[in-house]
């Protein structure tokens, strides 16, 4: 009895996943097939979008995928908007018969939450913890997203807090609303520091001051951690484009809070 349901755990594990993360601005979503992210699409989250709306477009962005993912396939969600939580849930019942798992913090992911609120902690950094607990510890999740947050998991898998930071475009499109004179600039590494222009002053403070940002509050982090120095991995939109200045960024990963609830998905399959 014990060896088939062993071997039902494991099959299901090998069942295909989608995994969707729903933040704020962007929702990304991905394919797993094993261990293996097979695919994966970030669009806009789309606060005012109807069930039929996002079904519509998940069919359309998982096309290739349907037959398998209707025949044997999951579905995770981790989220941060409420109101549109419900209609991706209805989207995997009426798209792929499947109950999605939704992450909450009262949801088994590998991890401790050992802060004093743990109902406080959104599904994203969750995620984000459940996927660095299984390699070295300590670490540290810099997520570069609305919001830029800070993770860390000690041995024991243990998460144990963070901080949670302006985000990057958050940052600098308060400074463009605020300061009218000044234009709106794209974010990306500028030449140098010294701005010989309006535009290329901006562009310098918005992103090495992010970098600095990044790099102090990695460094008390690590400081507060004691003397074993925790890796640091970034995650979202903008991590490749810091890591590249960042003197603290171990490793980028942009699908990382997807194999958090991939690795989350995994602990519940049966």
């Known amino acids: 009895m014990r ?47 109807t069930g039929d709306e996002v079904r519509m477009l998940v069919e359309t962005l998982c096309h290739d995928y349907l037959a398998e993912l209707a025949a044997e396939g999951r579905v995770c969600i981790g989220s941060v908007v409420p109101a549109i939580t419900e209609e991706y849930e209805k989207m ?14 009262a949801t088994s992911a590998g991890v401790r939450l050992d802060v004093p609120d743990p ?20 670490a540290i999740v810099v997520d570069l997203g609305t919001a830029t ?49 309006t535009e290329e002053s901006i562009r310098a403070g918005i992103y090495f001051g992010a970098v600095a940002t990044i790099d102090g509050i990695v460094r008390r982090l690590q400081g507060e951690l004691g003397r074993k120095p925790a890796r640091v991995v970034a995650t979202g939109g903008l991590a490749e484009l810091v890591a590249r200045e960042s003197e603290t960024i171990d490793a980028v990963d942009e699908a990382l809070t997807l194999r958090g609830l991939l690795r989350i998905a995994d602990l519940h399959a049966s």
């Not at 995997?92 to 913090?105: C, H, I, K, N, S």
């Not at 308060?174 to 000044?182: E, G, I, S, V, Y």
């Open 119 to 138: 109902s406080s902690i959104g599904a994203d950094r969750i995620a984000n913890a459940a996927a660095v607990a299984v390699g070295l510890l300590p």
């Open 3 to 49: 060896q088939r349901r062993n071997r039902r755990r494991v099959a299901a594990k090998h069942a295909p996943l989608l995994a969707i993360d729903i933040g704020n601005t962007h929702t990304v979503l991905g394919v797993f097939r094993g261990e293996e992210l097979i695919d994966l699409w970030r669009i806009s989250s789309g606060w005012g979008r």
């Open 149 to 197: 947050t800070f993770d860390v998991v000690r041995p024991g898998k243990r998460y144990v807090g963070g901080v949670i930071a302006p985000g990057i475009r958050t940052s600098a499109e308060d400074l463009f609303r605020r300061a009218a004179k000044l234009p709106k600039v794209e974010i990306r590494r500028p030449r140098r520091c010294i701005g010989r222009t």
């Open 92 to 105: 995997a019942g009426r798209l792929f018969d499947a109950q999605a798992l939704v992450v909450t913090p």
